[in-house]
T-cell receptor
Framework: SQTIHQWPATLVQPVGSPLSLECTVE??????LYWYRQAAGRGLQLLFY??????ISSEVPQNLSASRPQDRQFILSSKKLLLSDSGFYLC????????????FGQGTRLTVV | EDKVVQSPLSLVVHEGDTVTLNCSYE??????LLWYKQEKKAPTFLFML????IEKKSGRLSSILDKKELFSILNITATQTGDSAIYLC????????????FGQGTTLQVKP
């Protein structure tokens, strides 16, 4: 069966520090991968998606970047965090044909102080 | 630009009540609409709708899509405190990205 791992679960980082959040998927090949951010009690905003290794599409201009060094690994990064980067970050995967639901990781709650 | 709007944004009901959550959308080349329930962390999948007028049902939850009027509703009958959650609606346009555009969510609180 397929599983998705996302870590860390919580993170407190000072302004100006770097960031690296990692997401890995098991049990499937060539998934489409996504990073979402969620403000408190609100909907999900799509940040990045990837349809293959090294292929990254950005949905919103921001202080963050994403990379996909391996088929089932998706990384969200920042060189210098801003206070506005605080939020709940969710990684998701979906079969590339898009005929099924998207599956989400447990999320990372990032607080920038 | 693709857009999904949910209403109401928040709702407080008592156990046993029936609720209707709304989702309207504007999307280029609609492919599917999905409903998720989010209690604390990962959203969990409820329904995927692709055809108009066909109700999908799971226990006390049901959902239907109207592709002419560009909206969907999620009904929950005989609500329970365990139904308290954020309900998220998302749409997908055709293409190979599979990306989902989410609405703002509806926060439902069910009081005993």
């Amino acid at each position: 069966s397929q599983t998705i791992h996302q870590w860390p679960a919580t993170l407190v980082q000072p302004v100006g520090s770097p960031l690296s959040l990692e997401c890995t998927v098991e049990g499937t090949s060539n998934p489409n991968l996504y990073w979402y951010r969620q403000a408190a009690g609100r909907g999900l905003q799509l940040l990045f998606y990837s349809v293959g290794i090294g292929q990254i599409s950005s949905e919103v201009p921001q202080n963050l970047s994403a990379s996909r060094p391996q088929d089932r690994q998706f990384i969200l990064s920042s060189k210098k965090l801003l206070l506005s980067d605080s939020g709940f970050y969710l990684c998701a995967w979906r079969v590339w044909t898009g005929d099924t639901e998207a599956f989400f990781g447990q999320g990372t709650r990032l607080t920038v102080v | 630009e693709d857009k999904v709007v949910q209403s109401p944004l928040s709702l407080v009901v008592h156990e046993g009540d029936t609720v209707t959550l709304n989702c309207s959308y504007e999307v280029t080349n609609f492919r599917s609409l999905l409903w998720y329930k989010q209690e604390k962390k990962a959203p969990t999948f409820l329904f995927m709708l692709t055809s108009s007028g066909i109700e999908k049902k799971s226990g006390r939850l049901s959902s239907i899509l109207d592709k002419k009027e560009l909206f969907s509703i999620l009904n929950i009958t005989a609500t329970q405190t365990g139904d308290s959650a954020i309900y998220l609606c998302a749409v997908e346009s055709s293409g190979n990205t599979g990306k989902l555009i989410f609405g703002q969510g509806t926060t439902l609180q069910v009081k005993p």
